[in-house]
């Protein structure tokens, strides 16, 4: 099984970026049995959640960080969650990883099972 994200990137203060996600491998095969999160990790700091996304794609949650600013939705059918990143901040800045959990959602990065290499986002002042 494996997670590929992409479209990290370096943009200014008030820029935009759209991360996606795709899934593959045989234990992903049924994408939506799987909650789907963003996470993001800066050097010395704890990987902290960001955004995610229940199963049917019918319930979203953010970090109070980034609510109003970030939007999470996930295809089902082609395996695949994005996260569209607006109002960027320089402290934004951070590796991004998406991850995906069998079962119901949370924000407890411990409970994911499937993490993506990460992205680099860069957002400059």
């Known amino acids: 099984a494996q997670l590929l994200e992409s479209g990290g990137g370096l943009v200014q203060t008030g820029g935009s970026l759209r991360l996606s996600c795709a899934a593959s491998?045989?234990?992903?095969?049924?994408?939506?049995?799987?909650?789907m999160g963003w996470f993001r990790q800066t050097p010395g700091k704890e990987r902290e959640f960001v955004a995610g996304?229940?199963?049917?794609?019918?319930?979203?949650y953010y970090a109070d960080s980034v609510k109003g600013r970030f939007t999470v939705s996930r295809d089902n059918a082609k395996s695949t969650v994005s996260l569209q990143m607006n109002d960027l901040k320089p402290e934004d800045t951070a590796v991004y990883y998406c991850?995906?959990?069998?079962?119901?959602?949370?924000?407890?990065?411990?409970?994911?099972?499937?993490w993506g290499q990460g992205t680099q986002v860069t957002v400059s002042s």
């Open positions: 996304i229940i199963r049917s794609g019918g319930s979203t």
């Open positions: 491998g045989d234990s992903l095969s049924t994408f939506s049995n799987y909650a």
């Open positions: 991850a995906a959990r069998r079962g119901v959602f949370t924000t407890n990065k411990n409970a994911y099972s499937y």
